[in-house]
T-cell receptor, first 115, second 115 residues
């Protein structure tokens, strides 16, 4: 089974631009979550989608948005980029609907650099 | 929101020796799940071990084991017979049964294995 696939691996953008990151979950996984990872902050939860519906949202500004398609693939969009948005963005999929002991399965992440 | 604390930003261990990574968490819930993830330089987060709070028995996966102290809200990871491939960032994570697949992560411990 293929793992979680994130594209692109690296992105360099300029302040004020917008960016779209893509994530394909493991086949059969309907839950997709996004996390922002920065040095010293660990992983911060952005949002989770399950069956095309946003189920949970973290404490991030509205510039961060996402969506999930009927095939469970997900995209994350960041508008009006700021220097502080530079981070590793991780996508994770899960087999169950949440609340159990099923782990998150992570992709390799997209490294976003904002200049 | 739940808080996960890893008080050791960096640790080192001699090859073949044993090391313990600390993790504490803050919660008012009685039922939850705890996880340890490993992130090598390749960036992909890999599940190391998981523990259900309702289970008193500590989880074990080969050379990895946990010391789960529910009353103390402590969840430490012990790595026995350390190998060079164990060098990575280790993240402790908490999952509530009530917030879907939203995980709360600590800030990580960077483990160096000395040959």
């Amino acid at each position: 089974k293929a793992g979680v696939t994130q594209t692109p691996r690296y992105l360099i953008k300029t302040r004020g631009q917008q960016v779209t990151l893509s994530c394909s979950p493991i086949s059969g996984h309907r839950s997709v979550s996004w996390y922002q990872q920065t040095p010293g902050q660990g992983l911060q939860f952005l949002f989770e989608y399950f069956s095309e519906t946003q189920r949970n949202k973290g404490n991030f500004p509205g510039r961060f948005s996402g969506r999930q398609f009927s095939n469970s693939r997900s995209e994350m969009n960041v508008s009006t980029l700021e220097l502080g948005d530079s981070a590793l963005y991780l996508c994770a999929s899960s087999q169950d609907s949440g609340g159990g002991n099923s782990p998150l399965h992570f992709g390799n992440g997209t490294r976003l650099t904002v200049t | 929101a739940q808080t996960v604390t890893q008080s050791q930003p960096e640790m080192s261990v001699q090859e073949a020796e044993t090391v313990t990574l600390s993790c504490t968490y803050d919660t008012s819930e009685s039922d939850y799940y705890l996880f340890w993830y490993k992130q090598p330089p390749s960036r992909q987060m890999i599940l190391v071990i998981r523990q259900e709070a309702y289970k008193q028995q500590n989880a074990t996966e080969n050379r990895f084991s946990v010391n789960f102290q529910k009353a103390a809200k402590s969840f430490s990871l012990k790595i026995s017979d350390s190998q060079l491939g164990d060098a990575a960032m280790y993240f402790c994570a908490y999952r509530s049964p009530n917030t879907g697949n939203q995980f709360y992560f600590g800030t990580g411990t960077s483990l160096t294995v000395i040959p």
